[in-house]
């Protein structure tokens, strides 16, 4: 059974920093892409950062672009997200979640974390 | 980056009833187009992918057609545990951007 576990979100102030994880299990992870989509509070879904399975392709959305950076370490099944500059307008809960083939081409999301709330506020 | 319309924003059906729920891509993406339905307090979950296929799991009342710009996903007979919100998906180009969203409500 495929299972994604992300953790720490929390508070952190305007120009703050977070690091958010996402263990993964159930499946091979280094065969498989992994992204980060995010859903402020009452909004849709909003693509963040995605990675290929060796980890050696990154994408990140415009938006956080040069704050944020996607990594994998395929050694011990786990995502992170490290987030910098953080500002108002990422607040929302973050999801993990395993793409549907290695990397190349975007991918659709086959499997979906729980997700984890981040609030950016002071 | 390609922009995602989903119409309509708020759908309502009878339980029972039929559903029809458009996405349209503002270029083409050929067939890459994933649709997704979230229920209150949870996470995304994946129904169809390559515009008409069936993710693992999902019953046959859902269906997905289109392909280039345009999309529909059929929901037939809809059963109280269908009211959520859908979303499309298209993953044909960087970045893989989602629709808005289309709330599916009881009437």
């Known amino acids: 059974e495929v299972q994604l576990v992300e953790s720490g979100g929390g508070l952190v102030q305007p120009g703050g920093s977070l690091r958010l994880s996402c263990a993964a299990s159930?499946?091979?992870?280094?065969?498989?892409?992994m992204g980060w989509v995010r859903q402020a509070p009452g909004k849709g879904l909003d693509w963040v950062s995605a990675i290929s399975g060796s980890g050696g392709a990154t994408f990140h959305a415009d938006s956080v672009k040069g704050r944020f950076t996607i990594s994998r370490d395929n050694s011990k099944n786990t995502l992170d997200l490290q987030m910098i500059s953080l500002k108002a307008e990422d607040t929302a809960v973050y999801y993990c979640?395993?793409?549907?083939?290695?990397?190349?081409?975007?991918?659709?999301?086959?499997?979906w974390g729980q997700g984890t709330l981040v609030t950016v506020s002071s | 980056e390609i922009v995602m319309t989903q119409s309509p924003a708020t759908l309502s059906v009878s339980p029972g009833e039929r559903a029809t729920l458009s996405c349209r891509a503002s270029?083409?993406?050929?067939?890459?187009l994933a649709w997704y339905q979230q229920k209150p307090g949870q996470a995304p979950r994946l129904l169809i992918y390559?515009?008409?296929t069936r993710a693992t799991g999902i019953p046959a009342r859902f269906s997905g057609s289109g392909s280039g710009t345009e999309f529909t996903l059929t929901i037939n007979s809809l059963q109280s545990e269908d009211f959520a919100l859908y979303y499309c998906q298209q993953y044909n180009s960087w970045p893989g951007t989602f629709g808005q969203g289309t709330k599916v409500e009881i009437k």
């Open positions: 390559g515009a008409s």
């Open positions: 159930g499946f091979t992870f280094s065969s498989y892409a």
């Open positions: 270029q083409t993406i050929s067939s890459n």
């Open positions: 979640a395993k793409g549907h083939r290695l990397g190349g081409s975007p991918y659709y999301f086959e499997y």
